[in-house]
């Protein structure tokens, strides 16, 4: 069965510093794979995908990149992070038909 | 008009009540749909896809999708106070690999 991993669950972080969240999916290959941020109350908001190694399209400009480098690996990062990058990161693989599956997400405080 | 609109609640039902949740759609998202339930502090979990008009069925579940009317809803018979969560709404265009999210309504059961 397929399963997605995602770390740190819980992460503090100055103004300024640098992030990196990792992905993995196992139990399946070539999955489009996804970063979305929610803030605090708010919806899901898409920040990047990505149909295959390499291939990273970006929904909304911020000082965020993403980059996968294995079939199943997807990367968050952040070369200096903002006050309002803080929230709860979520990465999620599907095949294409609209559903998608969650990692455990990740939490980030920006103080 | 949002893509995916969904009333943010709470919406509260008594415990072995029939809840009903409710999704409007514009027309670039018209093609499949999805229900996803997130407990608070824990990343979504896909609990319904539905694709053609009508009913859909799984356990207490029950997805209604009506295209006329761009309309899909959830409805959980026999709530319990386990399924207090937000639940979120998601649909997709054809060709598309990246499904729009409703910004979820707040389902409380109480006892």
């Known amino acids: 069965s397929q399963t997605i991993h995602q770390w740190p669950a819980t992460l503090v972080q100055p103004v300024g510093s640098p992030l990196s969240l990792e992905c993995t999916v196992e139990g399946t290959s070539n999955p489009n794979l996804y970063w979305y941020r929610q803030a605090a109350g708010r919806g899901l908001q898409l920040l990047f995908y990505s149909v295959g190694i390499g291939q990273i399209s970006s929904e909304v400009p911020q000082n965020l990149s993403a980059s996968r480098p294995q079939d199943r690996q997807f990367i968050l990062s952040s070369k200096k992070l903002l006050l309002s990058d803080s929230g709860f990161y979520l990465c999620?693989?599907?095949?294409?038909?609209?559903?998608?599956?969650f990692g455990e997400g990740s939490r980030l405080t920006v103080l | 008009q949002k893509e995916v609109e969904q009333n943010s609640g709470p919406l509260s039902v008594p415990e072995g009540a029939i809840a009903s949740l409710n999704c409007t759609y514009s027309d670039r998202v018209s093609q499949s749909f999805f229900w996803y339930r997130q407990y608070s502090g824990k990343s979504p979990e896909l609990i319904m896809s539905?694709?053609?008009?009508g009913d859909k069925e799984d356990g207490r579940f029950t997805a209604q999708l009506n295209k006329a009317s761009q309309y899909v809803s959830l409805l959980i018979r026999d709530s319990q106070p386990s399924d207090s969560a937000t639940y979120l709404c998601?649909?997709?265009?054809?060709?598309?690999?990246?499904?729009?999210f409703g910004r979820g309504t707040s389902l409380i059961v109480h006892p």
């Open positions: 999620a693989w599907g095949k294409g038909s609209g559903e998608l599956f």
């Open positions: 998601a649909g997709q265009s054809g060709g598309s690999y990246i499904p729009t």
């Open positions: 539905i694709y053609s008009n």
